[in-house]
């Protein structure tokens, strides 16, 4: 997954009744294990790494586990940007590694009236998660501190191009200049906002507040 990919944000949907709203439906969160040294804890735009397990609320049938099936090896993804359940973004926040909980979701923050395969629609849905690792997303203050090589709090055309070319040496891919400069040229198209030559923090960074 390109690091700088675009992420469609959606706003929370209400339902009007009588010209007023409802409020959204809640997330239940059980904390099953806590460790006893927390030293980070996880925030929208953070990468998280689960295992975990799916139920459905209704007869406790199990319709996922990231432990049994496919390759058996946790998940990445970003929180706070809908890459999964809302729900999860809701569930998962100031939680620590190594953490487990128990999430109950509303069919309105799971899968909704549409169910999805083995998931029926409108069904509440029960996770039990287990936070492997948090690592900083793409979207971080650290990572662009990361990406800024003179500290001018702008990034310029080498220094993402340098940061491309070590983010696919780090997962075992050989640079390829040409390729870099075609990702390179992609990501200011969609990303230099103001077409001056650099991406600049706020261009770079979401504002996690409005999700």
Not at 25 to 36: A, M, Q, T
């Amino acid at each position: 997954m390109l690091l700088f990919s675009i992420c469609s944000l959606l706003p929370s949907l209400f339902v009007s009744v009588t010209g007023g709203k409802l409020p959204e439906p809640e997330v239940k969160i059980e904390v099953l294990h806590k460790p006893f040294m927390c030293y980070r804890k996880s925030k929208y735009g953070d990468m998280l790494l689960v295992h975990y397990e799916g139920f459905l609320e209704s007869n406790g049938t199990m319709f996922h586990s990231s432990r049994k099936d496919g390759d058996k090896n946790p998940v990445w993804f970003t929180l706070g940007i809908r890459e999964a359940l809302r729900g999860w973004d809701k569930g998962l926040q100031d939680m620590c590694k190594g953490e487990r909980r128990k999430l109950t979701v509303p069919s309105s923050l799971g899968y909704g009236k549409e169910g999805k395969g083995k998931i029926p629609p409108s069904s509440t849905l029960i996770f039990d998660i287990e936070l492997m690792d948090i690592q900083n997303g793409p979207r971080s203050h650290e990572s662009f501190r990361e990406m800024d090589l003179n500290d001018d709090w702008k990034l310029s055309r080498e220094e993402v191009k340098e940061y491309l070319k070590k983010e696919f040496q780090k997962h075992g891919y050989s640079p390829n200049d040409t390729h870099h400069e075609v990702m390179v040229e992609d990501i200011f198209k969609n990303e230099d906002e103001d077409e001056d030559g650099f991406i600049t923090v706020r261009e770079f960074v979401y504002q996690h507040d409005e999700l």
